[in-house]
């Protein structure tokens, strides 16, 4: 579904991720783990085409992708979900929803199957709902877009628990339909191990750790050495 290979990249001259390779299979699940700052984000908006690539390829479903710009990779089947979200303030929540749409299986009714708060919310203009609606929304949005690849950048981030306790049963719809592989970048850490069978971690721009997620699960001294003195950043409780 989707492979980097020395994927070096940034913005402007400046580099920050650098001679990243991987491979996800249709259906794939990865986490991307790291500490703030470490060019985590930066992968994401390199997958879909909002940073300078400075080397490497990347290809999804075998075409490469490298040099198009960010609405085309959407339309051979990127979604893509900003820290930022990004909802479009004039429009209603409805609205916002349909301007994503193409022609697949995910239609406003399973979104709404998805996130029924949406549903309730349909005639609220998308910045007159709470940020864990926006949220919400983001995804939805981007489901709208029938994607095979799905980038979620820290969904979790600022959200109050009963909101993240709702996304979590949402993506576990998502990871039990099988047919969609995504990409998570969390601060959750055990949210994040629990969610997809494999992990990498990223620091300085390079990732120190691919393999699964269960073992770094189990091995607290490593989880500290990657990810901070605790070993567990922002933990779920």
Same mark, same amino acid.
């Given at each position: 579904?989707?492979? !980097?290979?020395?994927?070096?990249? *940034? ?12 491979? !996800?299979?249709? *259906? *794939? ?14 992968? /994401?908006?390199? &997958? ?44 209603? &929540? ?25 549903? $309730? ?14 949220? /919400? ?10 994607? #095979? ?62 393999? #699964?997620? $269960?073992? !770094? ?9 990657? !990810? ?6 922002? #933990?779920?409780?």
């Amino acid at each position: 579904m989707l492979r !980097l290979e020395g994927v070096t990249a *940034g913005f402007g001259h400046t580099v920050i991720i650098e001679n990243i390779s991987l491979a !996800l299979p249709p *259906g *794939g699940l990865l986490a991307v783990l790291g500490r703030n700052g470490v060019g985590k984000s930066t992968l /994401m908006k390199t &997958v879909i085409g909002q940073t300078r690539l400075h080397g490497g390829r990347i290809t999804l479903e075998g075409v490469e992708v490298s040099q198009l710009p960010s609405h085309r990779r959407s339309r051979l089947g990127i979604g893509y979900v900003p820290q930022t979200r990004d909802v479009f303030p004039s429009l209603t &929540v409805e609205e916002n929803l349909r301007i994503a749409a193409r022609p697949g299986k995910w239609t406003l009714e399973r979104v709404y199957e998805v996130f029924p708060n949406l549903a $309730e919310r349909r005639t609220n203009a998308g910045t007159d709902i709470s940020g864990g609606e926006q949220q /919400m929304l983001a995804i939805g949005r981007a489901l709208m877009g029938d994607p #095979k690849l799905l980038l979620l950048d820290e969904p979790m981030e600022g959200l109050a628990p009963v909101i993240v306790e709702q996304l979590i049963e949402a993506f576990d719809l998502l990871r039990k339909d099988g047919s969609l592989a995504i990409v998570l970048v969390e601060q959750y850490v055990q949210l994040a191990l629990d969610f997809a069978p494999r992990t990498i971690v990223l620091d300085r721009g390079r990732v120190v750790f691919d393999g #699964k997620s $269960e073992d !770094l699960a189990a091995d607290a001294e490593l989880q500290a050495s990657l !990810l901070g003195a605790s070993g567990s950043v922002a #933990k779920r409780h």
